[in-house]
């Protein structure tokens, strides 16, 4: 059995869903440090040439794990479907989707969880492309990063842990090899053009089958 996993980001790229789709148990990194400006509250929407960000404000003091990350006062469900529709009501399933999407962003509000907001996003995602993985919420341990991965791959019940390649410099590839577990390494395959934005553009622009039409001809 296969595990991967990550941080929580807010409707994350196409290569981090192929990752769910990839292994039998992903593990969401429930007290990792909030970034701000990064993933974690932001994404990118449209395609990779006009590209534009979609953020969520949060208030999220210096060193904050992101379970602790609230959003912040002046956030709007509006502007959030609003900058949505502006970039994709022309795609062909733009109303299939919006309606769907648009509840999750309207039954949060300020002082909620940053860490709901996005989970109940994945969760949408996760049903619409039909991904069957277990996902588990995983907290931190160790002082080391791949003690805390080889301690969440056996506790799930697996032996193979499924890496980003961003991890090359930094796993500890022994620590997983002294307790029999493989390490394989992820590589996405992206369409031309959704490289580097949000899923949902290949949800709008390719409807329920993007996912798993990309993995039948990788």
């Known amino acids: 059995m296969i595990f991967a996993a990550h941080q929580p980001g807010l409707m994350p790229y196409t290569g981090f869903f192929q990752k769910l789709l990839r292994v039998d148990v992903f593990g969401l990194m429930v007290d990792v440090q909030f970034v701000n400006d990064d993933y974690h509250h932001r994404v990118k929407v449209g395609d990779d040439s006009n590209a534009s960000w979609l953020t969520i404000p949060v208030s999220a003091p210096f060193r ?111 620590a997983f090899t002294a307790q029999d577990l493989e390490v394989r390494w992820h590589v996405p395959s992206l369409a031309t053009g959704l490289e580097t934005v949000s899923v949902i553009s290949g949800l709008f622009e390719h409807g329920p089958t993007y996912l798993k039409d990309l993995e039948s001809s990788s």
């Open 64 to 174: 904050s794990p992101i379970n602790t990350v609230t959003i912040a006062g002046n956030y709007s469900p509006d502007k959030m479907l609003g900058k949505l529709e502006h970039t994709y009501r022309n795609t062909k399933y733009w109303k299939d989707y919006s309606s769907q999407i648009d509840a999750v962003f309207s039954v949060f509000n300020a002082g909620d969880r940053l860490f709901d907001l996005n989970f109940e996003l994945l969760s949408l995602l996760v049903d619409i492309f039909d991904i069957r993985t277990k996902i588990v919420e995983v907290y931190k341990t160790e002082a080391n990063a791949s003690l805390d991965l080889v301690r969440w791959t056996q506790t799930n019940q697996c032996n193979v842990y499924l890496s980003g390649s961003g991890a090359r410099n930094y796993l500890d590839e022994p």
